[in-house]
Each structure stands twice: as C-alpha cells, then as structure tokens.
C-alpha cells in the first residue's frame, strides 16, 4: 500500500510523517508482541498498542486531521497496522496459554502425596467380611453366639467323651465359681466355634446352611504361633442324604475367595471328636505349585482346615434325625489365614492394639 | 512317632514296586499324616569305612598322628587325625576327599577336602561318633576318640550305612493324626494298617512258650476299672549290660536312646507293638504287686529323679510296703532295673485310658508309656507284647530263666459290634455299593461282616473295639478312606432359591464398623476379653458384678471384662509411645455376672452379654476432641440405619473429667457415656502428656430400621445468604442457648458453630462464640435492606437475652 501512496507522488503526505510513524509502530509493536512470555504483560501491550488511549489508536485518530485526499490513504494503512497488530497479539496470546503455567515458580513433583486420615477395619474383620460376602451370595446366613458358653454347648453336644482333655482347664478357660459343676451349669469362654452349629440348628432346624465366625479361647502358652484369644471361621450346611464329596463346595468357596484363583484342594483322613467322618483338607502349595517347597515342607500341599460330616450325636443333640439329615462342616483359622495373606510372622499381633501394626492394613 | 520301614516289613510283605513316596501318600490320604520319610542311608552319605595301616607321630604336633587308611582305593590314603584311639588294623569311618558328609547327620552335605595340618597333607578325614551323629550308637568314653567300628569286619571302602546296617527309611506320623487309633502306635498295627491298605500279607505275631505256674509271684488288682488287666513274668538270671549293635540301632533309628539290654528289650516290645511294658528289681519287690490308688501322703521317687506327692486319685504299683510305679506313666528309680539287677519281674498290663491321662497331666509328666495308654490300648494286646518280650529275654539272655508268672485280667474287653443298612453306606457316599466291595475293605482291616437283608452286621476286631468304632458312620468312614476320598466326585448341592437374606442386626455391626473406620477416620483394635487390674482400677469399675476365669492367664487378669474402657485405655497408653494423636475403637462383647438367661436349653443360664461400641480420641486440645468425638455418635444414623443417638447428663462416668462428659442417649435412655478420662485415671492408667476422650456405648440395645429414614429437602428457590458473627459471651451462656435464639430469628434457616475463643482480648470469666447464620427466604431474592434488618436484629437478641457483646456493633 505504501507503494501506492508514493505512486501518487503525493509529498505532503511523506511530509505529515504519519506513514513513517505507523511503520515504526507496527515494527516495535511486533517486536514487543513475540517478546511478551505471560498472557498477562501482552494486555498491557495490548492496551498499550491499540487501547483506548493506545499509539495505534492515537494515530487514528489523527487521521481526521489530515489534508482531506490523504485521508482516506492514512486511514487504510492505520487500520492495517492495527489488524496486524491485533491479529499477532492473538496468536501470541494462543501460543502463550498453550506453553505457560497457571502458576509462578518451580515445584517438586516427588513430594509425598498428603495423607488421608481416614481409619480402617482389623485385618481380620476385613477377612471375616470378605468371607460373609462370599458366602451370603451363595445363600448362607451369618450367625453368632455369645463368647460365654456351657460344657453342654462347648463339649458334650458335641459327642466329645467325658474324659477327653480339651475339657481341662489346661485346655479351657472355665468360669470361676462353676468347677463343681458339670454341662450346662459349668460354664467357659467358648474353646471353639462349633457350639453355635448346635445353637443355630435347635432354633431354625434342617436344612440350614450358614456361617458363624467368631473369637475363641484356650488356655496356651502364647508365642509367636500361638494364641489365647484367636478367631476362626465354620460353616455348616445341613441337607438330606448330604455327601461328604459336596463339602468340598465349602471348602473351595473359601479358598478361591481368600486366594483369588482357582485352588486345587484334597481331602485325607482327620479325626476329630464332632464328625464323622472327618477330614484334613489340604490345599496346593501356591508357592511352588505343588512341586515341593519350604513352605509346604516339600510335600506340595498345606494344610488349612478341617472338616467332616456332623456326628451323628451333634445332629441329635441340635433336634436332628441323623438317620435323614446330614451335612458338611469346615473350620478355619482366620489368624492363620490372615497371616498368610500378608506374611505376618506373629500371632499376637492381632490383639494387640498397636497402631504401627493396624495401619498397615488400612 | 517314628517308624522304621525295616521294621514295618519284617511283618508284612509290602508291594514291590512301592515307592516311598508312594508309601507316604497313601498312609496320609487313608491313615495317618506322614510328616517326614528320611532316609538313614543319606544322613551317613559320602562316608566310608576305612582300615588303618599304620600310625605315626606328627613331627610337628604333639596331639596329631599320620595315619595310613585303606579306604578301598588302589593306595592306601594318608590322614592326619588327632584320635586318641588309632591303632592299626582297627576299622573306622572315614570321609574321603570329594566325599559330600552332612555333618552331625544333618544340614546341608559339605565337601571334604585334601588338606595341610602342620605341615602334613592330609587327604580326608577320620570320622568321632558325635561328628557323624551316631554318637548315642557309639557314645564316646574320653573326648577325641574316633570311632572304632573293628568289630562290624566290614570291607575297607564300602559305605558306611551298609556297615552298619542302617540302610533304612524313616517315616515321621505325626501324632496328632494318631490320637483316636491305638492300633497304630508300634510298628506291628502299621504293617497291619499297610496290608489293608494294599491288600498284601500280614505276619501274624509270634507266640511264645509260658509256662503256667506263677512260683512267688502274686498281683492283685485292686482298682479293676483303671487297670482291666496285669500281667508279669519274673526271669532269673538277667544282667545289666549293654544291648547288642542290632537291637540298639533299631530303637535308636526311631527315636530312642539306648540304655542297658533288659530296658532295651522292654523299648523295643512297646515299639513293636504298641504295649508298654516295665521292669522291676524282683529283689526290690517285697510280697505281692498290689495295683492300687495311692494313699494320703505317700511319695514315690521316680527314674528321672523327681519326686512326687502322691495324691488318692493316682493309681500305682506298689508291693507290701510303698508305691514302686506310677501306673503307666513311669518306674520308680529305686525299683526299676539297676546295675547289679539279676532277676527281674517284667510288667505287661493294661491301664485305662483316661486314670493315666489324669495323673500325667497332673503331675505334668509325658512319657512313652503315658502317651499309648492316653489313646486307649485293648487289653488283648498284652497277649502279643507278652509273647515277643519273653521270646527275646529267652533269645538275648540264653541262661535265662522263667520264676513266675501271673496274668489277671478282671475286665474284658468286648469287641464292638455294628449294624449298617448297605443302602445308607451307598446313599451317604454317592456311590452304588455291593455287599462284596464292602466286604472285602472290612475283612482287610480285620472286621468280620454277616450280611443279612440289606443290613451289614459288622463286628470290629479287638485293637479297633476302643472307642474308635462305634456307629454305622464309623464303617462308612472306614469303607470311604479305604477306597480313597480322592475317588469321590464333588457334587455339587442343589440350590434352592428362597427369600433373600435379610439380617439387619448383622449388618448394622457391620455397617458401625465401616462408618467408624471409613468416614470418622477410627482404627480398629482388639483387645482380650481378660482386663487387667491395672485398667479395672483406672477405669473406676464395680468389681462386684465382673465374671472371673478359674485358671486365668495370670492373676493380674482373672477378671472378664464389662467393659471396653479398661482396653480402650491399655490401647492408648500402647500406642501412646509411638504416636500423639490417633482415633481407634472396638465393638465386641462385655460380661456380667447378673441377668441369667437361657438362649437354647433351659438348664443353660448364661451371664448378661452385650455388644458394647468404645472409641478413644487421642490428642491436645481437650475441647476438640470432645466435640470430635460427639461429632462421630452424632452422626452414626446417617450411615447405620437406626434412630439418632441424643445427649445429656445424667450420671457422670466415674473415670471421667468434671467439665467435660456427657451420657449418650438412646430411645430417651442413656445407653452409654463420652467423657475426657479424668487425671486421675489417666495417672493411673499411665497415660501422661496426652488428652484422651473416650466414649463407649451398648450396641445391643440400637435396633436397626428396615431402611434409611432420612428425607429428601427440596433445595431453595431463591439463592440464601450467609453472614457470620463473632459474639463475646459470658462463659457461662451454652451454645445450645446461642443456637435456641439465633435460630428464632426471623428467614434464619441454619445456624452453624464456627470456633470460640478463650484469652485477652475476650476478657476474663468470657468467651468469643463465632457462628455463620443463613437466612433464606421463599418469596424473592434478598436486598441488602432486609440482611441489614436481620443482621441487627439477630444483634440486639443476642445482647438482650444472652448479654452477648457483637464486636464493630
């Protein structure tokens, strides 16, 4: 355009300077433009540039002062500097919110994360849940009996043998002021689950299938392996003509729950007072697959609970025709479980309150 | 309990091609747990037999010798030794270079290798009894003595363990697994248990010769109902040496020290066949053997040198004069076999079961013996243990001679009898059985079966009539394990769809616990149900009303807790050491020796039990954490679905500070306390520099709501209006009066506790109370005319009724 302008030979126009001041406005004003690095300094030069009381604008404005012919000619080249200007500052001002910050200065990105103050669940109530979960789908209720019980409920309904040595008080921890007494007078902190199978079944009768998990208690010399106050987890399911081969259905939900695969288990001959027949259960190592291990002392599985089939004297005790009913029962260490899911090395962990331990499992 | 296979198979012909592996998995999956098998001939791998040539001194050592061994190679080895015993032409062990030895017959194998001691090359090593593991087998008489193994005239360079003849494998059971079979504890009832396992050939027991008279020897059982049986035999002419090589390495390989021969050959009977058995000084008897319960007063010294005060209810041997045995647990140590014993009275008897479990555990003794006779062993089986002892006194002292015998045996023992319907054995396994299957696994075990419609008439043999077997369940255990649980498919139980599980009281311990740990940011702890005095006293409890345990884990812990203050304050003074401030609580059971009640059978009465809920806020600011913790029971309903919980005082907690406690109400009753622990309790229970609020509440008495009970409010038309004051107070004006009157002004919708502030520029006896007010209104949007209005009026109520003073009013 300005080889148009000097076309028409027109001095006076050269003589206002305007034109030269326009070049030069656009030359700095581009120069400032792609100097400017924060989207907040190109407003100032914006304003500075083409703002109410901006060079540019002052320029425009000084086109109506002019000799009348050039103005028209001044007003082209003041409105294409300003749309130059305009349009820089634009993309500019694009270019600087694609590269910069919303903040000022430096920051460390390797800080640790702030903490949540949120609690959590004992990890052996979270086993327990996990558990119920497991078992509530596939239609098992969730029962409970006190921690205080009888002889009637802990032993004798249970067809253990009036000598047999679990009813010491080497064994159990009998009330005071009841050692005289015998069955149902004679109460205990209850040594194990299985009262409540008994409980449970005189209240709601056959067929039941449902879990009781819970504290127990023997009297033990505690050490890193052992416990007196621990807590374990049964299951029951009554049903007519029951095989034992279907308890393996217990078994498995547990296993594959706790495990979160596919667990190959095997049931070999156990003995214990309220079944019959009765079962350790074992399971494939999964540390070595079944080839032979230290965890598993190189026989490839591991023993993890026992089960069996109701004697036929507990069905009886709890109201049930042993001759119709039968069923499966599975017992299993919650410590023991937990344990081997976190690799804790000591028992008695578990109750002891100690927060450097709990929140490990938050 | 160990077991020899050796041992095992000199009474039953076992499958050729039976592994060990084999072995071990059959009798774990029917039978017993099979720990461990070991093999013998391993522990003793890598060593040799050597024969010394010839034996030098040491030109630089004073205590070593070069030795010249013929260890079977083409030349002779040199090996320098320290022995003391080295002599020429002797027989000894010797670990050759490159051999790999496992040290004291254990650990990981180590090599050996050629050596310079002093100067001298030595190429391998001479091998002391205790280095090898054998040292019981060869005990040592002075130290350094290598062993002297002359008298085995085995070849220079065989392996040791074929010299010695301990080529053997060793199966560890593991007891527990053994508890209700008695048959099993001796080799004999094993084989017997493998051959019908395996269907194979068992050696029926030997027999022996006894002759009928009893001479001077005469028992009297005087307690028939704990000892069914007793026999004795009494052998002149016996000696107290030492077993020969063979008999003591088959009782050392499985687990037991040899002693002298007579006691040796009494250990090996047991072992056999599962019957303990005894011998006496016949020259310390006096009279008769009187099997009696001891008297008042008496004591008995026993082999091991302890002495016991013996009470009535413990059954003894005794003769005329005093007790010399503790029934099936253990000799008396001035009666037993001594070293100048020449004739002996040999005891074969059966004691009852649960006597000899009684007296070991209260005497806390277990022993070989003790621990059979606890299973329950048949009487019957002394006949067997009888014939083997006599046919090796008779084998190992050929100048022996039988004086007496005696054999009473007052109570029988029947064999058990059972009738099983073939249909039951066939529904309850899975499985279409015939009467013949059934059969044949019985007749293996040594059962006898008439069948007769459909009904299996089974009686069991002797060694199983204990007890163990009983029901109809009992033989389809036994016909179920025979055939291999593995053999059994899992069939899955039929699911019947019912009603959906609904247990709200279950869920609502649950969903206390999430809230708790999930949105008010508590840990879970346990804590054992036995408190401890400390935390009873510190916690102000009534001692009156709390069970006790009979023999408690220690007596500082007899009591059973009512309630979960005494634990929650052992927890914070535990975590106390390592954190200063913390939010952690419990939900489990209390007792009370009060409210008896049955549950099932109405003979049961059982003590009050509830579910108790207790938390423990940890930190500086008392205020806070007082209002923490109401702030986590204030807003329990929200997420448990019951009724909100109120607050009041009523009745001080005794543990609790004056100023700061309030009873959790419930239902309009107070169902439990918050409260700050009071100094003195925290003095007492250790907790120093520290603010503690505590609360505890009875869960048993929350009744869950079928469902949420909360309603939905429709969100304002018209946007609201906060504005917040700070008002002086006079410390005694409660929030409660502050919130009752701010909330009467007019369009106030919400009224909200920001902070107080206690200090300088509240001024003495006053406090500063700032809270944010939000007016809103249902017919127009505010102007800034009618917050204005509020504004001042809420002023003027809050300086008219409750004299508060609004700061820049």
């Given at each position: 355009?300005?080889?148009e302008?000097?076309?028409?030979?027109m001095e006076?126009l050269?003589?206002?300077g305007?034109l030269e001041r326009l070049e030069?406005l656009?030359k700095a004003?581009m120069?400032?433009?792609?100097?400017?690095?924060?989207?907040h300094?190109?407003?100032?030069v914006?304003?500075?540039l083409?703002?109410?009381k901006?060079?540019?604008?002052?320029v425009l404005k000084?086109?109506?002062?002019a000799?009348?012919e050039?103005?028209?000619?001044?007003g082209q080249?003041?409105n294409?500097?300003k749309?130059i200007?305009?349009q820089?500052?634009e993309?500019?001002n694009e270019?600087?919110?694609?590269?910069?910050?919303s903040?000022?200065?430096a920051a460390?990105?390797?800080l640790?994360?702030?903490?949540?103050t949120?609690?959590?669940?004992?990890?052996i109530t979270?086993m327990c849940?996990?558990?119920n979960?497991a078992?509530?789908?596939?239609?098992?209720?969730?029962?409970?009996?006190p921690?205080?019980?009888s002889e009637?409920?802990?032993?004798?309904?249970l067809?253990?043998?009036p000598?047999?040595?679990?009813r010491?008080?080497?064994?159990?921890?009998?009330?005071?002021?009841h050692?005289e007494e015998?069955?149902?007078k004679?109460?205990c902190?209850?040594?194990?689950?299985?009262?409540?199978s008994?409980?449970?079944?005189q209240?709601?009768g056959a067929?039941?299938?449902f879990v009781?998990?819970?504290?127990v208690f023997?009297?033990?010399?505690t050490?890193a392996?052992?416990e007196?106050?621990?807590f374990?987890?049964e299951?029951?399911?009554?049903?007519?003509?029951?095989?034992f081969?279907s308890?393996?259905?217990?078994?498995k939900?547990?296993?594959d729950?706790?495990f979160?695969t596919d667990?190959?288990?095997r049931?070999?001959?156990?003995?214990?007072?309220f079944?019959e027949p009765?079962?350790?259960?074992?399971?494939?190592?999964l540390?070595?697959?079944?080839e032979?291990c230290?965890?598993?002392?190189?026989?490839?599985?591991?023993e993890v609970m026992?089960g069996?089939?109701?004697?036929p004297?507990?069905l009886r005790?709890a109201g049930?025709?042993?001759a119709?009913?039968?069923?499966f029962y599975?017992?299993?260490?919650?410590?023991?479980?937990v344990?081997?899911r976190y690799g804790?090395?000591d028992v008695?962990l578990?109750?002891?309150?100690?927060?450097?331990?709990?929140?490990q499992f938050? | 309990m160990k077991l020899?296979l050796?041992w095992?198979?000199?009474?039953?012909d076992?499958?050729e091609?039976?592994?060990?592996?084999?072995?071990?998995?059959?009798?774990?999956?029917?039978?017993?747990?099979v720990?461990?098998v070991?093999?013998?001939?391993e522990?003793?791998?890598?060593?040799?037999?050597?024969?010394?040539?010839t034996?030098?001194?040491?030109?630089d050592?004073d205590k070593?010798r070069i030795c010249?061994?013929d260890?079977?190679?083409?030349?002779p080895?040199t090996i320098v030794?320290g022995?003391?015993?080295l002599?020429?032409g002797?027989?000894t062990?010797?670990?050759?270079?490159?051999?790999?030895v496992r040290w004291?017959?254990?650990?990981?194998?180590?090599e050996?290798k050629?050596?310079?001691?002093r100067g001298?090359?030595?190429?391998g090593?001479?091998?002391?009894?205790?280095?090898?593991?054998?040292e019981?087998?060869?005990?040592v008489?002075?130290?350094a003595e290598?062993?002297?193994?002359?008298?085995?005239?085995a070849?220079p360079?065989?392996?040791?363990a074929?010299a010695?003849?301990?080529?053997?494998?060793?199966l560890?059971?593991?007891n527990?697994s053994?508890t209700?079979?008695?048959?099993?504890?001796?080799?004999y009832g094993m084989a017997?248990?493998?051959?019908?396992i395996?269907g194979?050939?068992?050696?029926?027991?030997e027999?022996?010769?006894?002759p009928e008279?009893?001479g001077d020897?005469?028992v009297v059982?005087?307690?028939?109902?704990?000892?069914p049986?007793y026999a004795?035999v009494?052998?002149?002419?016996?000696k107290?040496?030492?077993?020969p090589?063979?008999l003591k390495?088959?009782?050392w390989?499985v687990g037991?020290?040899?002693?002298?021969?007579p006691?040796?050959?009494?250990?090996?009977?047991?072992?056999?066949?599962g019957?303990?058995?005894?011998?006496?000084?016949?020259n310390?008897i006096k009279?008769?053997i009187h099997?009696?319960t001891?008297?008042e007063d008496e004591?008995l010294?026993l082999?091991d040198g302890?002495?016991?005060?013996?009470?009535?209810?413990?059954l003894v041997?005794a003769d005329e004069k005093s007790p010399?045995?503790l029934?099936?647990?253990m000799?008396?140590?001035?009666?037993?076999i001594l070293?100048d014993?020449e004739?002996?009275?040999?005891?074969?008897a059966?004691?009852?079961a649960m006597?000899?479990?009684?007296?070991?555990q209260r005497?806390?003794?277990?022993?070989e013996a003790?621990?059979?006779f606890?299973k329950?062993?048949?009487?019957q089986?002394v006949?067997?243990?009888l014939a083997?002892?006599?046919n090796?006194?008779?084998?190992?002292?050929?100048e022996?001679?039988?004086?007496?015998?005696a054999?009473?045996?007052?109570l029988?023992?029947?064999?058990?009898?059972?009738e099983?319907?073939?249909s039951?054995l066939s529904r309850?396994l899975?499985?279409?059985?015939?009467?013949?299957e059934v059969?044949m696994i019985?007749?293996?075990?040594?059962f006898?079966?008439a069948?007769?419609?459909?009904i299996?008439?089974?009686?069991?043999?002797?060694?199983?009539?204990?007890?163990?077997i009983?029901?109809?369940d009992?033989?389809l255990?036994?016909?179920a394990?025979?055939?291999?649980?593995?053999?059994?498919?899992?069939?899955?139980?039929?699911?019947?769809l019912?009603?959906p599980?609904?247990?709200r009281?279950?869920?609502?311990?649950?969903s206390?616990?999430?809230?708790?740990?999930f949105?008010?940011?508590?840990q879970?702890i346990?804590?054992y149900p036995?408190?401890e005095?400390?935390?009873?006293?510190?916690s102000?409890?009534?001692t009156?009303?709390?069970?006790?345990?009979?023999t408690p884990?220690?007596?500082?812990e007899s009591?059973?807790r009512?309630?979960?203050?005494?634990?929650?304050?052992?927890?914070v003074?535990t975590?106390?050491?390592?954190?200063?401030?913390?939010?952690?609580?419990e939900l489990?059971q209390v007792f009370?020796?009060?409210?008896?009640?049955?549950?099932n059978d109405?003979?049961?009465?059982l003590?009050?039990?509830a579910?108790?809920l207790?938390g423990?806020?940890?930190?500086t600011d008392?205020r806070?954490?007082?209002?923490?913790?109401k702030?986590?029971?204030e807003h329990?309903?929200?997420a448990v679905h019951?009724?909100?919980l109120g607050?009041e005082?009523?009745?001080k907690p005794q543990?609790?500070d004056d100023?700061?406690w309030l009873n959790?109400?419930y239902d309009?009753?107070?169902?439990?306390?918050i409260g700050?622990i009071?100094l003195?309790s925290?003095?007492?229970?250790?907790i120093k520099r520290s603010?503690?609020v505590l609360?505890?509440?009875?869960v048993e008495?929350l009744?869950?709501?079928?469902s949420?009970?909360n309603?939905?409010?429709r969100?304002p038309?018209y946007?609201c209006?906060?504005?917040?004051?700070s008002?002086?107070?006079?410390?005694?004006?409660?929030?409660?009066e502050?919130?009752e009157?701010?909330s009467?002004?007019?369009?106030v919708?919400?009224v909200?506790?920001?902070?107080?502030?206690r200090?300088?520029?509240?001024?003495?006896?006053?406090?500063?109370?700032s809270f944010r007010?939000r007016?809103c209104?249902?017919?127009?949007?505010?102007n800034?005319e009618?917050?204005?209005?509020?504004?001042?009026?809420m002023?003027?109520?809050?300086?008219?009724?409750l004299?508060g003073?609004v700061r820049?009013a």
């Amino acid at each position: 355009m300005f080889e148009e302008i000097k076309e028409h030979g027109m001095e006076k126009l050269a003589e206002s300077g305007l034109l030269e001041r326009l070049e030069k406005l656009k030359k700095a004003g581009m120069e400032k433009i792609s100097e400017t690095s924060l989207p907040h300094d190109l407003q100032t030069v914006r304003a500075n540039l083409l703002g109410r009381k901006g060079e540019v604008t002052e320029v425009l404005k000084s086109v109506g002062q002019a000799a009348p012919e050039l103005r028209k000619v001044l007003g082209q080249a003041a409105n294409e500097v300003k749309d130059i200007l305009s349009q820089a500052i634009e993309q500019r001002n694009e270019e600087l919110i694609n590269s910069t910050s919303s903040f000022e200065g430096a920051a460390d990105i390797t800080l640790p994360g702030t903490d949540f103050t949120a609690g959590g669940l004992h990890p052996i109530t979270q086993m327990c849940y996990d558990l119920n979960d497991a078992f509530r789908s596939l239609g098992f209720e969730v029962f409970s009996e006190p921690e205080i019980t009888s002889e009637l409920y802990a032993f004798d309904n249970l067809n253990f043998a009036p000598e047999h040595p679990a009813r010491e008080s080497m064994d159990t921890y009998w009330l005071k002021g009841h050692d005289e007494e015998r069955g149902a007078k004679r109460l205990c902190l209850r040594p194990h689950l299985t009262g409540a199978s008994v409980r449970y079944l005189q209240k709601h009768g056959a067929p039941a299938r449902f879990v009781y998990p819970g504290r127990v208690f023997r009297n033990e010399t505690t050490d890193a392996r052992h416990e007196r106050a621990f807590f374990q987890y049964e299951a029951l399911i009554v049903d007519k003509d029951f095989s034992f081969a279907s308890g393996k259905v217990l078994v498995k939900t547990i296993l594959d729950k706790i495990f979160g695969t596919d667990v190959e288990v095997r049931m070999r001959v156990g003995f214990f007072p309220f079944v019959e027949p009765g079962f350790e259960i074992d399971m494939r190592c999964l540390v070595c697959g079944g080839e032979g291990c230290k965890v598993c002392k190189h026989v490839g599985w591991i023993e993890v609970m026992p089960g069996g089939t109701p004697h036929p004297n507990v069905l009886r005790a709890a109201g049930l025709d042993p001759a119709v009913w039968s069923g499966f029962y599975i017992n299993i260490g919650l410590d023991r479980l937990v344990m081997m899911r976190y690799g804790v090395d000591d028992v008695r962990l578990f109750h002891s309150a100690d927060l450097r331990f709990l929140n490990q499992f938050k | 309990m160990k077991l020899s296979l050796n041992w095992i198979k000199k009474y039953v012909d076992l499958p050729e091609d039976l592994t060990m592996e084999k072995l071990a998995y059959d009798l774990t999956m029917c039978t017993v747990e099979v720990e461990e098998v070991t093999d013998l001939s391993e522990s003793l791998g890598g060593l040799a037999v050597g024969k010394i040539i010839t034996v030098e001194p040491h030109p630089d050592a004073d205590k070593l010798r070069i030795c010249t061994v013929d260890v079977g190679d083409m030349v002779p080895s040199t090996i320098v030794c320290g022995g003391i015993n080295l002599a020429p032409g002797q027989l000894t062990i010797v670990g050759k270079p490159g051999a790999m030895v496992r040290w004291h017959g254990a650990g990981d194998p180590v090599e050996i290798k050629p050596a310079k001691l002093r100067g001298v090359m030595s190429y391998g090593m001479i091998c002391s009894s205790g280095e090898i593991g054998l040292e019981e087998l060869f005990p040592v008489s002075r130290e350094a003595e290598i062993m002297d193994i002359t008298e085995f005239a085995a070849e220079p360079g065989s392996s040791a363990a074929d010299a010695l003849g301990l080529n053997d494998i060793i199966l560890e059971i593991d007891n527990k697994s053994l508890t209700n079979r008695p048959d099993l504890w001796g080799h004999y009832g094993m084989a017997r248990e493998l051959a019908a396992i395996y269907g194979c050939r068992l050696m029926p027991l030997e027999k022996a010769s006894i002759p009928e008279y009893s001479g001077d020897l005469s028992v009297v059982i005087e307690a028939p109902d704990r000892c069914p049986r007793y026999a004795a035999v009494t052998f002149k002419n016996i000696k107290n040496i030492p077993s020969p090589f063979e008999l003591k390495s088959m009782i050392w390989r499985v687990g037991m020290r040899p002693i002298n021969l007579p006691v040796d050959i009494t250990n090996y009977v047991m072992l056999a066949t599962g019957q303990p058995t005894h011998g006496f000084d016949k020259n310390h008897i006096k009279g008769s053997i009187h099997i009696r319960t001891a008297r008042e007063d008496e004591k008995l010294e026993l082999l091991d040198g302890e002495i016991l005060d013996l009470t009535v209810s413990d059954l003894v041997i005794a003769d005329e004069k005093s007790p010399v045995a503790l029934a099936g647990i253990m000799g008396g140590k001035l009666d037993s076999i001594l070293d100048d014993t020449e004739e002996i009275i040999l005891e074969v008897a059966n004691f009852t079961a649960m006597g000899v479990r009684r007296t070991a555990q209260r005497f806390d003794i277990r022993t070989e013996a003790s621990s059979r006779f606890e299973k329950s062993i048949e009487p019957q089986r002394v006949d067997g243990a009888l014939a083997v002892a006599v046919n090796m006194f008779k084998e190992y002292f050929p100048e022996s001679e039988i004086t007496g015998f005696a054999d009473e045996y007052p109570l029988p023992l029947k064999n058990s009898e059972v009738e099983v319907p073939l249909s039951f054995l066939s529904r309850r396994l899975g499985k279409d059985l015939t009467a013949e299957e059934v059969i044949m696994i019985l007749d293996n075990l040594g059962f006898k079966t008439a069948v007769k419609e459909g009904i299996l008439h089974v009686t069991a043999p002797s060694w199983r009539s204990t007890g163990d077997i009983s029901l109809p369940d009992d033989i389809l255990e036994e016909v179920a394990r025979l055939m291999g649980y593995e053999n059994f498919d899992l069939i899955p139980p039929a699911v019947i769809l019912e009603k959906p599980i609904n247990q709200r009281t279950v869920e609502m311990e649950r969903s206390i616990r999430e809230y708790l740990a999930f949105r008010c940011g508590m840990q879970e702890i346990f804590t054992y149900p036995w408190t401890e005095d400390e935390y009873i006293e510190a916690s102000c409890l009534d001692t009156k009303e709390m069970l006790s345990l009979s023999t408690p884990p220690s007596p500082e812990e007899s009591r059973l807790r009512s309630s979960l203050i005494p634990g929650m304050m052992k927890g914070v003074f535990t975590n106390l050491r390592y954190f200063d401030s913390f939010r952690i609580f419990e939900l489990t059971q209390v007792f009370a020796d009060k409210n008896y009640h049955s549950i099932n059978d109405p003979a049961e009465k059982l003590p009050e039990m509830a579910r108790h809920l207790a938390g423990a806020f940890v930190g500086t600011d008392p205020r806070l954490l007082f209002r923490q913790a109401k702030g986590v029971l204030e807003h329990m309903h929200r997420a448990v679905h019951m009724e909100a919980l109120g607050f009041e005082q009523m009745t001080k907690p005794q543990w609790a500070d004056d100023k700061l406690w309030l009873n959790v109400m419930y239902d309009e009753k107070p169902i439990g306390s918050i409260g700050l622990i009071s100094l003195k309790s925290a003095r007492r229970a250790g907790i120093k520099r520290s603010m503690t609020v505590l609360f505890e509440i009875d869960v048993e008495i929350l009744h869950p709501l079928a469902s949420r009970q909360n309603r939905y409010t429709r969100l304002p038309e018209y946007p609201c209006v906060d504005f917040d004051l700070s008002v002086v107070f006079d410390e005694k004006v409660t929030w409660a009066e502050i919130y009752e009157t701010a909330s009467k002004v007019e369009l106030v919708r919400e009224v909200r506790f920001i902070d107080e502030y206690r200090g300088q520029q509240a001024g003495e006896g006053k406090k500063s109370v700032s809270f944010r007010i939000r007016i809103c209104s249902d017919e127009g949007t505010l102007n800034s005319e009618k917050i204005e209005m509020i504004t001042r009026q809420m002023i003027k109520k809050m300086s008219k009724k409750l004299g508060g003073d609004v700061r820049g009013a």
